[in-house]
């Protein structure tokens, strides 16, 4: 004889409702940090109260919807920001602020990758290359300011091991929450530097190394500055994303997805208004840490559009090093006018602080004798 399922009392279902909305995800999301445990690794949970032992399953919960009780905590907490009125410039142009592939959080040592680089020098750098672009865009009148975030500013998606989303392992520094504040803190300080200047645009975009802890980070920037009248989000997980600015068609990308030689056909074929009432139109890519331009259509005083490859500011780890992967480190920033397109292209280089002995080994630091070399000094 089969024994009949026991089905929930109106008394019981109730009672997950509520727990429900006093956010039981988020508690195992808490319990899964503390534990050390990938969220993703877990399918069935016991959730108990003084009432009832409750087995759920996991199965149909959305990233979104395990990170929505965090964002409105966050959201609680954002501070008030006064509209900035601004008066209107005859000439307007948009600075293109797109610090990429941060990487916060990996390490490199030097006498292995030949440079050195951990979190707290990586906020440094961009820091550093904030102030220094927006110093460089001084003599613009600006009325926007667009502001890239994604695109690998952290190294690592995983609290239990130092891997990227795909699995692949990385040399870390320190615990991955402490990269993610230290990422936070580093985009608040650039965009509170840009309110001043102009209206701000906020793009984020998905990328390989932190999918889910980038998607998180770009949700808690947004929910900090939810208040503030004179900032626009683009913040979805969606891997293109476009924008316009006067005869501008922009778009952003990481550069892991789509061919480069597919990039154009799929802006006309994605955002076929925005082309046609565009005459300028450019893509910036990401990805690959240097410098690549491709020009499409192009005539004697036309190009139909311009993809373009950014530097990165990170160092490079041992691994890059030994496959030879070396190339200037950079922050880049872009200024569009509003009828003539890219009109101007602004580079923060970041200054090599490779320290080699006279002897012509890498040195390394030793934390009480300082800067070391094993030839000489071991």
């Known amino acids: 004889m089969k024994i009949p399922r026991i089905r929930l009392s109106a008394d019981e279902h109730a009672l997950i409702k509520q727990l429900r909305k006093k956010g039981v995800a988020s508690e195992l999301v808490n319990q899964c940090d503390e534990a050390g445990l990938p969220l993703s690794n877990v399918k069935h949970f016991w959730y108990k109260s003084e009432k009832f032992s409750i087995f759920s399953k996991t199965d149909g919960l959305q990233l979104e919807d395990v990170f929505d009780p965090i964002i409105k905590d966050v959201q609680r907490y954002s501070p008030k920001f006064r509209k900035i009125k601004r008066t209107k410039i005859k000439n307007p142009h948009c600075l293109i602020l797109d610090p990429s592939d941060i990487h916060v959080g990996k390490l490199a040592v030097n006498h292995e990758a030949g440079e050195s680089y951990d979190v707290k020098k990586a906020v440094s750098i961009v820091d550093s290359g904030i102030d220094s672009l927006l110093q460089k ?106 924008t316009r600015y006067g005869k501008n068609l922009l778009s952003f990308s990481h550069g892991d997805g789509a061919k480069l030689a597919d990039t154009p056909l799929l802006m006309a074929t994605e955002r076929p208004e925005m082309w046609s009432n565009s005459v300028h139109r450019y893509i910036y890519l990401h990805h690959i840490h240097h410098k690549q331009t491709a020009k499409f259509m192009a005539g004697q005083d036309f190009i139909g559009v311009t993809a373009e490859y950014l530097r990165s500011p990170s160092a490079s780890d041992a691994w890059h090093a030994k496959k030879g992967y070396r190339s200037p480190k950079a922050v880049e920033a872009f200024i569009h006018s509003y009828d003539n397109g890219q009109v101007a292209r602004l580079t923060h280089y970041v200054d090599s602080e490779q320290k080699v002995c006279k002897c012509g080994v890498n040195l390394y630091h030793h934390y009480t004798r300082g800067w070391m070399c094993e030839r000489c000094d071991g």
């Not at 990328?207 to 980038?214: A, E, Q, R, V, W």
């Open 137 to 242: 865009a001084a003599g613009f009148p600006l009325d926007k300011i667009i502001f890239v975030i994604g695109n690998d500013c952290l190294h690592i998606d995983s609290s239990s091991s130092p891997v990227t989303t795909g699995g692949t392992s990385q040399d870390m520094d320190g615990k991955f929450h402490d990269a993610f504040l230290a990422a936070r803190d580093m985009y608040i300080r650039a965009i509170e530097k840009c309110l001043p200047l102009a209206d701000v645009e906020i793009i984020f975009c998905p990328s390989n190394h932190d999918f889910m802890s980038g998607f998180m980070l770009a949700q808690t920037i947004k929910a900090y500055f939810r208040k503030s009248k004179n900032i626009t989000f683009d913040v979805s997980i969606a891997h293109r994303k476009y």
